[in-house]
């Protein structure tokens, strides 16, 4: 046995039980996380879609090309990892035997050439990798650089170790050319050139330069294992494993249902619950053990972090940020984790105060997570398209807000009034469900209602599924007005639930209240199921997503398609037809925004951008930030229903960018993105920063106003009149098909449609240095929490954004009170408040507010000064129920806590409406496991003592009840100014990535 052979043996003696220590500590972590049904019979039960799987996303690396230049420069890396393995087999095998070659292939003249060529090409892929962090270092851009947050010297590393592998690998084969022991005598051209460069070395120097090459390449790959296993580099060898048992095709769509022990948890589980049973998330170890496989495939790559919209508007979470958090939190919990029950007092102390840590409380509190970044995440899935290796950050923020809601009674007091909307009336406005029908009035066709004027679906093709927006916003009405009237125009025969139809429970499950979700739910497959459904149309994303992905829960498997999709399929079937002249074909420029669950969530890019090419006299320009990669409005994970205290407005921020583009008219595809944009472009209006002739309109208005003829856009009245864009037009606009209007009456002809636009995306909107971005000219003021404060509006949530095809529309008026709107307004209760003994979760009444309480947020990038408000702080939990007491008379699952609440949101009592007899205190506690009593529901929350039909039956209101007060647009959230403005002049295919080693 030689020097060599002993040396390598002792280098692989010390390293190696390092390293498998460490992988049996991650293997015992990973798994003592919850169990994950259906996540390994999805790989065995469908071997040949996981295997392809693997080959697109592994290796092919499909997901990191996205973004062009970083990601073909980790392509070369990844593959340099996987080919060179071939070189250190030969490199163990020469400690043994100088002359070794790899049985079959190992003097194969190909493999030696690929050797040599990937290593190069990893030389070059190091060297990018470098130049982007240099370009993009946090210390220069600040929250700008995708890197902020990740471990920096970590990544240094390991490109040293890299370039060290390269260099010793050439060394070492270099000297076994010249010496006549290397397998290959051509192929490896760069090894064979470092050997011609060392032949005139003699004989006994190169043997040692030989051996010295062989130790310094196996130790320094020895050293390199023994950083990956201890560092975010881990996903070297856990992302396939994480890509192989992820969600197919994304972890988009529905939301994960509510599991305890693996198992589904739902309603009917509630009186057989024990109380160990796990309502949520509320301890790291309550994660599943995908979920705690997510946190340590983490790369740190940022790519999450350059899309989020909370991010990219000052606001404190980032999604790689929040899964570091976690990650970093279950490695420092681990030892108590793994511990036997009596071993755990013996154990440090720094582990036992680690142990014990919140999972959600404020930086006092020393939470691991900050309220304000749980509750800033709008459910857009940015994060998920973007991220390489498959994390599904969407589903573990949902998971930690049903703990809040359901366990900790700790969620945004404006959260209140949307449960007790949803509960009570079965839609978020809380008005009355005998108002559904009132968009219908006016129209010179009748529409269908099922138990009314059609006994069931099966007379009709369709049902169009209405939702609560389109039956109750005033925006959205129109859009509902126009889908029905392209229907009837086209010959379509459609009936709608009327009454009988109620929320999907979007909002609900989004904001964490899985059972009203669930009680929703229930209640509409039962109805549809009633009513024969076969196919159904919407208006409305949220709405399409849920029935589409989410009821299957339930045993109902739905057609769905979006009225888009419908509507497209129209005009190509020639049942509906644009003016080719006329008012309706007058100029004009749109852009298309995406809502994210149409979009991201669904994959329907295509059929929204061809229905508005084939209108004529369009012409599309596209926003940079679209398809995949669009930008969101701002309104989902309940978000809608939550004030915007922290940074800029997400919905000023895209409407910003639609209206740099120089369009008219945005279009959109969603009733609750027509309400951010439009609120959006209000207040930009009011500021002069856009057009009083831009608008917002809906697809399908668009549409009607092309069929009918009629003039497509208030900017221009007159065919041919000269355009008026509220700014610049964008470089690369691209013009629909073009259809001149002629100067003399023409017969209507119709309109050839388009070829489908392709909505691929080579490169991102953030791919490039922020540093000179210009900076907003306004200072804003000091940032406040979301869980407090004085909130501030620019614009009205509900203010009517007049349009040309605002028709009207006579009604009998049988009421006063205005419109509830979604609670954008002030609200003084925290996420803290509790809730006085015998009202319930949602029954948040007036009381003093607590005194004001100073709190550090999780993420001090976020806010650029102190806090000026109050702000509540959030309780680790102020219930004194368990899982299993019983629910008393009159009581609900949702009357959970005692005392007084530390502030209230100030609801505006409607002006006709009846007044609601006040809840008494002396209500006693409910518990788990007691019997709802007969009349009664799970959702009569805080009802105690009164008659269950005042409460659920809304048939004989006329009137919204407790709608919320609008707040005025008297200011802006608080802001540093520095929020990522999309710049137009940069080439994304040649800039930065974030997936670097």
Not at 798 to 811: C, I, K, M, N, Q
């Amino acid at each position: 046995m030689n020097w060599v052979l002993v040396i390598g043996l002792l280098m692989n003696a010390v390293a190696l039980p390092i390293v498998g220590r460490r992988v049996l500590f991650l293997y015992r972590l990973i798994t003592a996380g919850q169990p994950a049904p259906g996540r390994v019979e999805g790989v065995t039960g469908r071997l040949g879609a996981t295997l392809k799987r693997q080959v697109v996303e592994v290796f092919g690396q499909k997901k990191l090309l996205k973004w062009s230049v970083p990601g073909a420069a980790h392509f070369f890396v990844f593959w340099a990892f996987v080919i060179l393995a071939s070189v250190y087999l030969e490199a163990y095998g020469a400690l043994f035997d100088p002359h070794f070659a790899i049985p079959l292939i190992g003097r194969w003249a190909v493999l030696g050439f690929l050797q040599d060529f990937i290593a190069l090409m990893a030389l070059a892929g190091i060297t990018t990798f470098a130049i982007i962090r240099l370009r993009n270092s946090p210390q220069r851009l600040g929250r700008k650089s995708r890197f902020k947050g990740s471990h920096l010297g970590g990544a240094w590393v390991v490109l040293f170790m890299i370039f060290n592998v390269v260099w010793s690998l050439f060394l070492f084969r270099g000297a076994a050319s010249a010496l006549g022991n290397l397998p290959y005598k051509s192929g490896a051209f760069m090894s064979i050139a470092v050997g011609d460069w060392l032949d005139g070395i003699d004989h006994g120097s190169l043997e040692f330069l030989e051996h010295l090459g062989l130790l310094l390449h196996i130790g320094i790959m020895l050293v390199f294992l023994v950083d990956v296993v201890h560092s975010k580099h881990l996903h070297i060898f856990v992302a396939p494993i994480n890509v192989m048992f992820g969600r197919t095709p994304v972890a988009l769509g529905a939301a994960v249902p509510m599991m305890s022990a693996g198992k589904p948890i739902t309603m009917d589980d509630l009186e057989e619950l024990d109380e160990d049973a796990k309502l949520g998330v509320g301890a790291v170890e309550d994660f599943t053990w995908k979920g705690l496989l997510d946190f340590a495939t983490c790369t740190e790559c940022g790519r999450c972090q350059s899309q989020c919209p909370a991010w990219n508007t000052e606001k404190p979470l980032s999604p790689k940020m929040l899964i570091l958090e976690l990650r970093d939190h279950a490695f420092a919990k681990a030892p108590y984790i793994l511990a036997e029950e009596s071993a755990r007092d013996g154990l440090p102390e720094s582990v036992k105060q680690e142990a014990a840590r919140p999972l959600i409380a404020d930086e006092a509190s020393y939470g691991v997570i900050d309220p304000d970044v749980l509750w800033s995440c709008t459910n857009c899935g940015a994060c998920v398209n973007q991220c390489p290796v498959d994390i599904e950050h969407v589903d573990h923020i949902i998971d930690m807000r049903r703990y809040q809601v359901l366990v900790e009674n700790n969620f945004p007091a404006e959260l209140s009034q949307l449960f007790r909307g949803l509960e009570g009336k079965g839609n978020p406005w809380n008005m009355a469900p005998t108002m559904r029908m009132d968009w219908a009035k006016g129209l010179d066709f009748e529409v269908p209602v099922v138990g009314e004027t059609i006994e069931s679906l099966e007379s009709v093709d369709w049902l169009f599924w209405v939702g609560c927006a389109g039956a109750y916003e005033d925006r959205a009405k129109k859009t509902t007005r126009a889908v029905a009237e392209l229907l009837n125009l086209a010959g379509i025969s459609f009936g709608v639930l009327g009454n009988g139809e109620t929320c999907t429970g979007d909002a609900a499950r989004r904001a964490g209240n899985e059972f009203v979700y669930q009680g929703l739910a229930s209640q509409n497959v039962a109805t549809l199921t009633e009513a024969k459904t076969k196919q159904v149309v919407t208006t409305c994303a949220h709405c399409f997503n849920t029935l589409k992905n989410e009821y299957r829960d339930f045993g109902l498997e739905l057609e769905v398609v979006h009225h888009t999709q419908l509507l497209n399929r129209l005009v190509r079937d020639g049942k509906l037809t644009p003016v080719a002249s006329g008012e309706g074909a007058s100029p004009r420029s749109i852009t298309y925004h995406d809502p994210c669950f149409l979009g991201r969530h669904n994959q329907v890019y295509s059929p929204p951008r061809e229905l508005l090419q084939v209108l004529p006299g369009a012409q599309y320009v596209e926003m940079e930030r679209s398809a995949e990669r669009s930008f969101c409005c701002g309104a989902g994970g309940a978000r809608m229903w939550m004030e915007e205290r922290i940074g800029e407005r997400i919905n000023e921020n895209r409407t910003r960018e639609a209206v740099a583009t120089g369009a008219d008219q945005i279009a959109v595809g969603c009733p609750f993105c027509r309400v951010m944009l439009d609120d959006g472009l209000t207040a930009a209006q009011s500021r002069g920063e856009a057009s009083e002739q831009v608008e917002v309109l809906d697809v399908a208005q668009m549409l009607l106003a092309s069929v009918k003829g009629v003039s497509a856009t208030k900017a221009r009245a007159v065919v041919g009149s000269a355009p008026g864009p509220a700014a610049p037009p964008a470089a690369g606009e691209s013009p629909a098909s073009p259809i001149a209007a002629p100067s003399v009456a023409q017969p209507v002809e119709p309109v050839e449609p388009v070829e489908p636009v392709d909505t691929r995306q080579p490169g991102s909107l953030f791919d490039t240095d922020q540093a000179d971005q210009p900076q907003p000219t306004e200072a804003k003021s000091e940032v406040e929490g979301i869980q407090g404060g004085e909130g501030k509006l620019g614009g009205s949530l509900f203010g009517d954004g007049a349009s040309l095809f605002d028709t009207p529309v006579e009604e009998e008026t049988t009421f006063a009170a205005p419109p509830a709107t979604p609670t954008r307004a002030k609200a003084d209760a925290g996420v803290g408040t509790e809730i006085p003994a015998g009202t319930s979760l949602f029954d948040i009444g007036d009381s003093s507010p607590e005194p004001p309480a100073e709190s550090a947020p999780a993420q001090p990038a976020a806010t650029t000064g102190p806090t000026t408000g109050p702000t509540t702080g959030s309780t680790t939990g102020s219930a004194d129920w368990q899982v299993g007491d019983d629910i008393p008379e009159g009581q609900s699952l949702f009357d959970v806590g005692h005392g007084a609440p530390a502030g209230s949101a100030t609801p505006a009592a409607a002006p006709a409406a009846a007044a609601t007899p006040a809840v008494e205190d002396a209500t006693p506690d409910w518990r788990v496991g007691d019997d709802i009593p007969e009349g009664q529901s799970l959702f009569e929350v805080g009802q105690g003592g009164q008659d269950p039909e005042t409460i659920l039956d809304a048939d004989d209101e006329p009137e919204p009840d407790e709608a919320p007060e609008p707040v005025a647009p008297d200011g802006a959230p608080a802001s540093s100014g520095a929020t990522n403005t999309p710049r137009t002049d940069a080439d994304i295919n040649h800039t930065d990535s974030l997936f670097d080693l």
